[in-house]
Antibody, heavy 122, light 109 residues
Framework: EVQLVQSGAEVKKPGESLKISCKASGFSFTSYWIGWVRQVPGRGLEWMGIIYPGDSDTRYSPSFQGQVTISADKSISTAYLQWSSLKASDTAMYYC???????????????WGQGTLVTVSS | QSVLTQPPSASGTPGQRVTISCSGSSSNIGSNTVNWYQQLPGTAPKLLIYSNDQRPSGVPDRFSGSKSGTSASLAISGLQSEDEADYYCAAWDGSLNGQFGGGTKLTVL
């Protein structure tokens, strides 16, 4: 059974760093893309970026390039999303999802994690 | 502001057919496939339609997708109360990478 299990909710202060995780199981982690999607409370979905753990090929949305870092550890089938300095505007639910497709342009997110709520407040 | 434009809301009565549009450009829908996602209240999104018109296993055939030029549509026939959700189109953009539409909130009256 394909599963993506995300780390738990976080409450952080502005300026703090954070790394959230997405643990994959039930499929070959190095043969699929893993994407990250942001959803601010009450708002729509935003595509942040995607990584191919097999070769670490990573693509970012221009809106998130330089703001976050996406990485993966093949040895433990886990993808990560990290911030070096959080802002209040980073408060949102973050989803990871399995990207199924040969190239990012043809990739569909066919399995999703349960989401990690990140709250940034002083 | 997304480059994929969806109506913010749609509605219908049980049994009706509703359609949700997604308008883009030559750099996204015009040159790449479209996927649709359904997000029920308080849950993670779910893949509903992929590659313009393909249904994943388990998705009822009441849901269908189509694409023409730089626009795509999601149709739901035989509307049911459990279809009340937010619906998002998504496509790759040659300059902006992955993109979601702004989402359409479907209300079943």
């Amino acid at each position: 059974e394909v599963q993506l299990v995300q780390s738990g909710a976080e409450v952080k202060k502005p300026g703090e760093s954070l790394k959230i995780s997405c643990k994959a199981s039930g499929f070959s982690f190095t043969s699929y893309w893993i994407g990250w999607v942001r959803q601010v409370p009450g708002r729509g979905l935003e595509w942040m970026g995607i990584i191919y753990p097999g070769d670490s090929d990573t693509r970012y949305s221009p809106s998130f390039q330089g703001q976050v870092t996406i990485s993966a550890d093949k040895s433990i089938s886990t993808a990560y999303l990290q911030w070096s300095s959080l802002k209040a505007s980073d408060t949102a639910m973050y989803y990871c999802a399995r990207g199924n497709g040969w190239v990012p342009a043809a990739t569909k997110f066919d399995y999703w994690g349960q989401g990690t709520l990140v709250t940034v407040s002083s | 502001q997304s480059v994929l434009t969806q109506p913010p809301s749609a509605s219908g009565t049980p049994g009706q057919r509703v359609t949700i549009s997604c308008s883009g450009s030559s750099s996204n829908i015009g040159s790449n496939t479209v996927n649709w996602y359904q997000q029920l209240p308080g849950t993670a999104p779910k893949l509903l339609i992929y590659s313009n018109d393909q249904r994943p296993s388990g998705v009822p055939d009441r849901f269908s997708g189509s694409k023409s030029g730089t626009s795509a549509s999601l149709a739901i026939s035989g509307l049911q109360s459990e279809d009340e959700a937010d619906y998002y189109c998504a496509a790759w953009d040659g300059s902006l990478n992955g993109q979601f539409g702004g989402g359409t909130k479907l209300t079943v009256l």
